[in-house]
């Protein structure tokens, strides 16, 4: 059952009904993802509500100012460097922007992410010791030049540490 309702100003959603038992069961979470249409890559300006060890509680700012909906951001989603303790990076009152990454209706459950919405170091690193075909600068040269490209920089010199290692 679909139907929207409003008390003392509240939105609501019906998701349960039984005229034996006489009961309704409203959701206000629910109703406010179906008024916003939250939908799975979504991207919303937040705030931290609260945190712990294991994530970040994210409250989603609304176009009419408003926060009325919260989820989680999971250790593993705040960044792409090794995080022990969200308390490390995050604290409550900080603004964050959060991509949606998965809904939970039956649970009403919404998980964030804040390291989606960065560019992957790894993908950068490896674009700079291996540039992709026809992004490296070779400046005037003709197609007789000769250009020498060392694929990764001081490989041999690493090489060599490593060989020396006790390991």
């Keep these: 059952m679909s139907s929207f309702g409003s ?31 939250i939908k799975v890559g979504d991207v919303f300006e937040g705030k931290v509500s609260s945190v712990a060890r294991f994530g970040a509680f994210v ?22 460097d090794l995080v022990r303790d969200v308390r490390d990076v995050l604290k409550k009152g900080d603004g964050v922007r959060v991509k ?12 964030f992410s804040i390291k989606q919405l960065q ?3 790894l993908f950068e690193t490896l674009d700079t010791l291996m540039p992709q075909e026809g992004t490296l600068n070779t400046g005037t040269s003709t197609a007789g030049d000769v250009v020498p490209s060392e694929p ?5 010199q690493i090489c060599e540490e490593l060989l020396r290692e006790n390991g």
């Design 100 to 111: 949606v990454v998965q809904i939970d209706v039956e649970k009403s459950r919404l998980a």
């Design 7 to 37: 008390y003392r100003g509240l939105q609501r959603l019906v998701i349960e009904a039984s005229e034996q038992e006489e009961t309704l069961i409203f959701s206000e979470k629910q109703a406010m993802w179906e008024k916003f249409s």
């Design 59 to 80: 409250e989603l700012r609304f176009p009419d100012g408003g926060y009325y909906v919260d989820g989680l951001v999971h250790i593993s989603e705040v960044s792409w």
């Design 152 to 156: 990764l920089p001081d490989l041999e």
């Design 119 to 121: 560019a992957d170091p």
